[in-house]
């Protein structure tokens, strides 16, 4: 079963509007960190905001906050006020511990965001 | 600048060639990956170290080979792949157990198996 899941494989988003990219996840533990990344075309991924499952506060860094609803299992990345550079592809991922005790990310099959100007 | 360095950033070999991709981080981390990302597919864990030693080995056929000799570098050394190799590569560092930080990238290898 899917432990990320993003469904909406493609966005287009009039530049200025607010933004929202959906993910769901399964789990079963209790302690799990949500993170969202930005892939530009060029590849790197881009570290843009952290939930924890403890954290009673909703994420936010600038322009990007984060709807966690813990009972429904979303987290949900919202853009504010896009912009042109925003367009790009955006994975929601969640941190594991493998039956190794390593820590591993798993991530959605992502959401291509395209900002129109 | 993520801090995470990789080299090459594209590299085309033949199925018979040996190639090695590297990554550097600077960040005093003591977790390193590697991740590939093919198309249309999400990012997949190949391997783990943690403090130099491989702790993790997602079923990664033996014609990859990583190396840590240090807990700054990571290679992935290649040899005889296959066409369906052909895939973005990605290195990642973080800091063990340290939960609200995340895991860093490198831009990646884009690496083409001819």
């Known amino acids: 079963a899917q432990k990320i899941t993003q469904t909406q494989p493609g966005m287009f988003v009039q530049e200025k509007e607010a933004v929202t990219l959906d993910c769901t996840y399964d789990t079963s533990d209790q302690s799990y960190g949500l993170f969202w990344y930005k892939q530009p075309s060029s590849g790197e991924m881009i570290f843009l905001i952290y939930q924890g499952s403890y954290d009673e506060q909703n994420a936010t860094e600038g322009r990007y906050s984060l709807n966690f609803q813990k009972a429904r299992k979303s987290a949900n990345l919202v853009i504010s006020a896009s912009q042109l550079g925003d367009s790009a592809m955006y994975f929601c991922a969640m941190r594991e511990v493998t039956n190794f005790g390593n820590e591993k990310l798993t991530f959605g099959t992502g959401t291509r965001l395209t900002i129109i100007p | 600048e993520t801090g995470v360095t990789q080299t090459p950033r594209h590299l085309v070999m033949g199925m018979t060639n040996k190639k090695s991709l590297k990554c550097e981080q600077h960040?005093?981390?003591?977790?390193m990956y590697w991740y590939k990302q093919s198309a249309k597919k999400p990012l997949e864990l190949m391997f783990v170290y943690n403090f130099k030693e491989q702790t993790e080995n997602n079923s990664v056929p033996s014609r990859f080979s990583p190396e840590c000799p240090n807990s700054s570098h990571l290679f992935l050394h290649l040899h005889t792949l296959q066409p369906e190799d052909s895939a973005l590569y990605l290195c990642a560092s973080s800091q063990k157990l340290a939960d609200n930080q995340p895991q860093h990238f490198g831009d990646g290898t884009r690496l083409s198996i001819l």
């Open positions: 960040l005093g981390h003591n977790a």
